[in-house]
């Protein structure tokens, strides 16, 4: 896919090249060159939806990841939360995301693989897209109204 979006790139250069290359030699009546300006006009917008969507075809280069927690219980709960972010949020989690999200893990979990691996497990029980710090006391029965029922 890349390589024809590649191709598809270099076509759009090609032919605003071609296309410029003739709107200074075609000496054109100033009706005609009104007319072509809402050409142009629309030929732009189709250059810059292609500038825009680029970033989808071609990613950036992936960076290594790398983990604080060598556990094997760690790297199975891990890539559960990675596979419960893609299942349950549509959520897939590239790269830069993954090393800022266990950065951030082994911060709140103050650099403890069993705390951070509670985290998650709550972040996933309660179908959350990010892990926050839960203190024991956030893990009780939850708050009720006066009617007795839960908000």
């Not at 890349?2 to 598809?8: A, G, S």
């Not at 090249?17 to 709107?23: C, Y």
């Not at 005609?32 to 917008?45: D, P």
Request: glycine fraction near 2%; include cysteine.
């Amino acid at each position: 896919m890349i390589k024809t979006w590649n191709e598809f790139c270099a076509q759009i250069e090609a032919s605003d090249g071609k296309l410029s290359e003739f709107i200074e030699s075609a000496g054109l009546s100033s009706l005609q060159v009104k007319k072509l300006q809402k050409f142009t006009c629309e030929w732009n917008k189709m250059k810059r939806l292609a500038e825009a969507f680029d970033q989808f075809v071609a990613p950036l280069d992936p960076i290594k990841v790398e983990s604080p927690f060598d556990q094997e219980d760690f790297r199975y709960i891990w890539k559960m939360w990675k596979e419960y972010l893609r299942e349950q949020h549509g959520i897939l989690m590239r790269t830069r995301m993954e090393q800022a999200s266990l950065d951030f893990l082994t911060e709140i979990s103050e650099n403890n693989p069993d705390r951070a691996i509670n985290f998650i497990r709550f972040a996933m029980k309660s179908n959350w897209k990010s892990i926050y710090k839960v203190e024991e006391k956030d893990k009780t029965t939850p708050k009720s109204d006066k009617n007795g029922s839960d908000y």
